[in-house]
């Protein structure tokens, strides 16, 4: 059983925009066949994004609060998101509130959110590669 995930639009019916399967892989949706995009390690909320060769850790999750940390190589990780009890999405907006994006199914763990949130939202190629499809 997968776990779908939902970009909000204003005034009408969020699009599906990918799914998270139980054991952390992460797709976006296209017609046809989904693409792949990344995992999750749940254990220890590291979020690796796929590649040619090995996987890259680019982002982790807090699995107690839902809290997405962009991993930097030379500095302190930077606070890029959320996800809330409800699965609900948020991009952080510096000096401002958080900006709702969308939502996961709530089976769904925090961890299993988070991933989807980094991975289909806030990765800098995730806009790029939506608007193209």
Not at 3 to 22: I, K, Q, S, T
Not at 23 to 50: C, F, M, S
Request: charged share 30%.
């Amino acid at each position: 059983m997968s776990f779908n995930v939902y970009r909000h639009v204003a005034g009408g019916r969020d699009d599906l925009v990918g799914r998270v399967e139980p054991d952390g892989k992460t797709y976006r949706a296209t017609p046809g066949r989904d693409d792949y995009l990344g995992r999750v390690d749940q254990e220890h909320g590291r979020i690796y994004l796929a590649d040619l060769g090995p996987d890259d850790y680019v982002a982790r999750v807090h699995p107690e609060d839902g809290k997405v940390y962009q991993h930097r190589a030379a500095a302190r990780d930077r606070y890029c998101g959320r996800v809330d009890l409800r699965r609900g999405l948020y991009a952080q907006r510096r000096w401002r509130s958080d900006v709702y994006l969308g939502r996961v199914d709530e089976a769904a763990s925090l961890t299993l959110a988070g991933a989807a949130l980094y991975l289909l939202f806030l990765h800098p190629g995730a806009g790029r590669e939506s608007a193209q499809a």
